[in-house]
């Protein structure tokens, strides 16, 4: 069964609007870790966002925050203002357990923001 | 601000030859890992190191070794490459402090390789 589900291929989204990329998990370890990555069409790895189990907000980075329903196993990525940028792929992962971060990740959903 | 650093970044390989990747971080993290990314997916775990000393397989370590030279080092070998082993490879390193959690992991910027 896959760890890691995103259900998104691809989305074309308007400059400024906001975006919602889906993400569920499943896992049966009370103690996990979710992330979440951008791959710009260059390649690399970026951080995005992370939110653990065991926290009671969602966690927030500037224009990024993660809409966490641990009941739904659901950790959505919201992008608010997108922006050019913003487009890449972007890949949810997660990490069970605690120690080493053996990250699962999801396949990807290329979000492509237009002018 | 070097951070991972993988070589080559590029390399082609007829099939049954052999290879090293190599990776090295100046971040001081204690865990390292190699991951393959294949057309259209996300990254799978190869091998990791959770500290100098100790490797452990990961998802789909068939076809490769790794040797955690040093704490700053972390190498990937295909002893005899295969077509299946087209992919991109991504190092990471992350530090892991006792119970903290929420270490991310740092890429490097990726190795193509081509089997042919």
């Known amino acids: 069964a896959q760890k890691i589900t995103q259900t998104q291929p691809g989305m074309f989204v308007q400059e400024k609007e906001a975006v919602t990329l889906d993400c569920t998990y499943d896992t049966s370890d009370p103690s996990y870790g979710l992330f979440w990555y951008k791959q710009p069409s260059s390649g690399e790895m970026i951080f995005l966002i992370y939110?653990?189990?065991?926290?009671?907000q969602n966690a927030t980075e500037g224009r990024y925050s993660l809409n966490f329903q641990k009941a739904r196993k659901s950790a959505n990525l919201v992008i608010s203002a997108s922006q050019l940028g913003d487009s890449a792929m972007y890949f949810c992962a997660m990490r069970e357990g605690r120690g080493a971060q053996k990250l699962v990740f999801g396949q990807g959903t290329r979000l492509t923001i237009n002018p | 601000n070097a951070g991972v650093t993988q070589t080559p970044k590029f390399q082609v390989l007829k099939t049954g030859q052999s290879m090293t990747l190599q990776c090295a971080q100046d971040m001081n993290h204690n865990s390292m890992y190699w991951y393959r990314q294949d057309p259209g997916m996300g990254l799978r775990l190869i091998y990791y190191?959770?500290?100098?000393?100790?490797?452990d397989k990961g998802e789909v370590p068939n076809g490769y070794n790794v040797s955690r030279l040093n704490k700053r080092e972390f190498s990937l070998r295909l002893e005899s490459a295969a077509p299946s082993q087209t992919s991109v490879y991504f190092c990471?390193?992350?530090?892991?402090?006792?119970?903290?959690?929420?270490?991310?992991?740092?890429f490097g910027s990726g190795t193509q390789l081509s089997v042919l």
């Open positions: 190191s959770a500290s100098e000393g100790t490797t």
């Open positions: 939110q653990g189990s065991y926290d009671q």
């Open positions: 990471a390193s992350s530090e892991v402090l006792g119970r903290v959690t929420n270490e991310k992991l740092f």
